[in-house]
């Protein structure tokens, strides 16, 4: 197997699990053939809206609040590549639920 084939497959392992891990902490949910947020991520993401525009956050980076809504919950249980590999998959699946991108089929996620 060559070295980007590894890499790949490692990505993909890694994605997969930030995936599962998402789900199953009620972040995200299956609905129909694609990847939505929960409300309990809706909330999550408008209390770290209200908490970035007080602060003056311009709001030009959506990874700012995913990070913070992620950091709120998970405090000191991730370590920072963990908590990158949640980021990377939530971006795309928050990015739909606002209608900036097409939703992510389960079949592309996984």
Do not use: C
């Not at 890694?14 to 789900?23: D, G, I, M, S, V």
């Amino acid at each position: 197997m060559s070295a980007e084939a590894r890499v790949g497959s490692q990505d993909d392992a890694k994605q997969a699990a930030a995936l599962a891990r998402l789900e199953t902490d009620g972040w995200i949910e299956r609905r129909e053939h694609a990847w939505k947020t929960s409300r309990r991520w809706q909330q999550a993401m408008a209390r770290t809206a209200v908490k970035l525009y007080q602060a003056g956050d311009a709001g030009e980076d959506l990874r700012v609040p995913i990070v913070l809504a992620l950091l709120e919950t998970y405090q000191n249980e991730v370590n920072d590549e963990q908590l990158a590999d949640l980021t990377e998959a939530m971006l795309p699946i928050e990015a739909a639920s606002l209608g900036l991108i097409p939703f992510r089929t389960l079949e592309t996620a996984s």
